[in-house]
């Protein structure tokens, strides 16, 4: 047990040592500023409207206002009436069910900042499908293997490795979007609940515990994609070719899915399935009869076979 | 003779429908050098890497201190030290993060031992360098230092001299003389040159397709080998038909000068034959056959490369 714990030290040191893994924590540092700058500049969210005690008379006004903005120029614009109403509806959830609302937060932008994680994805893509296959580019495989420790615990302390760096990169994705957060837009309540849409219609629920949901269902995202890149790595030793396949599976698995959602047999493809939010949105699955549960099934048979066939090669195969 | 350290039984291996070694049988004793010579593509590097099993093993069994490479594999390896092939190590990381990081891998080695191995290899300087700026020499020295880390029984090191200068080699020669004699480690050091190594060995195994097909101890005297002789005698004729006369005797030329072939253990009986004859004997020169013409001769070509 001392001994994976140092393997994957050894694997951690490994990776941080290289600039190239620095400059993706640079990258991602520069996207959630990019994303504060777009939201300044396009003025895309209503940062200025804060709430006082008196919400309650404040959010009735609003919805006069938005209402009233419907009938004089609602003909000239279709639009309006549709994004009003939307307002109107939350507006009146918060009153009916007296929810005080604290208007844009840091909480907000990091629950808007959800997109940011596709550049996890990426490096976590190409950490994992360098791991295996870069020892062997390096020639040092031959001095891995070597020592008192069987290949398949040098396999597992790869894998940890690489479960450990996606979870660490998504940790620090977070706290930037925090601190950003915090700085451009303050922090009102520490946990506020907040609206959110599920498929029964709007709901409500505290703010960290959407954070952990909806950043929680990216990392499973990423996991599956880390772990096909890992298998393809360990198979085929050619860091460039699970790069790739990863990266395209991570851009066209999930409308691949959706293309051929017609057939019932589509949805035992893994993309139809990695993407577990579905079940929390009024947008659903693929097909009706798919479940949560059939999802998480299908996602772990997936999983199993991906890391028997990466222990299967890495144990058996000749190292020349 | 004590225990082997390593013992080689038996040994096949297969790729496919091609033999790449065949019935390959050789012990290794503590503190004895063994150079393991062939030509390239002889099946010097499969055998390695069967000894430390990074390939399997198609038939036969390599055994290290008592454990089987194919079933205590853990148990054999931590008795071994290897380079396999170039001293390869991750460029970006300094020597010290190199060392540190197998260290890691084998159990109770301490940042006091590392030290010592880097002594001894002599890379005090360069330690905190990071290796992608080593010399090959230098690599060649951390490649050792690695291997040493665990203080291993068995030592292999697969082509050391490889891309060294002359003094480089000295160097490595140095220390492999010093670990076997002072720490009893054995060594096998395997080469396609044979002149590389040859002052470094105990004893050496040529292979040649596979096949292990002389062993040769260096350290014991030739006397029954075959002498190439030549002699500086008056009157040339008269010596001749004398040469003729006598058994185990092969004139080899009689042109430009007179040269014969005989046991070593005959030239002075050579000698006092002629004097008896009234032959006036100004040299006897004999040519030993070096280690080089017999490896060449053995494996039946010149090895260019």
Redesign the interface.
Known sequence: MTKLFDLVRNELAKIYVLKSTWVMYLFLVALVIFSLIMNTVTDSVDSETTYTDDWETELQEENQTLMEEIETEGEDDPFIESTNMTLIEENTYHLENDIRPYGYNAGTFVLDNLFTTSLVSLFAIIIAGGIVANEFRWGTIKQLLIRPISRSTILLSKYIAVLLFTLLTLLFLIATSVIVGLIAYGLPAINPEIIVNRPEGMASNGMLSEIFMQYGFKVLNIIVLATFGFMISSIFRSSALAIGLSMFLMFVGTTAAQALAQYAWSKYILFANTDLSVYFTPYGPIREEMTVGFSVGVIAVYMVIFIIASWAVFTKRDVA | MSDATMKVIDLHKDIGRKQIIRNLNFEIHPGEVFGFIGPNGAGKTTTI?MM?????ITKGDVVIKGHSIKKE???A??E?G?I???P??????TGW?NLK??A????GITDERIREVIKLVGLDKAIGTKVGKYSLGMRQRLGIA?ALLHSPSVLILDEPTNGLDPAGIREIRRYIRRLAVEENVSVIVSSHLLSEIELMCDRIGIIKNGKLIATNDLNEENDTDTAIVNLDVNPKEEAIKVLRTMPNIEVLETVDRLQVQLKRDDIPHLVTTMVHRDIEVYGVNVTQTTLEDRFLEMIGENVID
Not at chain 2, 52 to 56: A, E, P, Y
Not at chain 2, 88 to 93: A, G, K, L, S, V
């Open positions: 890497r430390v099993g990074l390939i399997g594999y853990r148990k390896i931590s071994v290897a396999v092939e170039n390869e190590m991750y460029p970006f990381m993060q990081h197998f890691r891998m084998s159990n690695q």
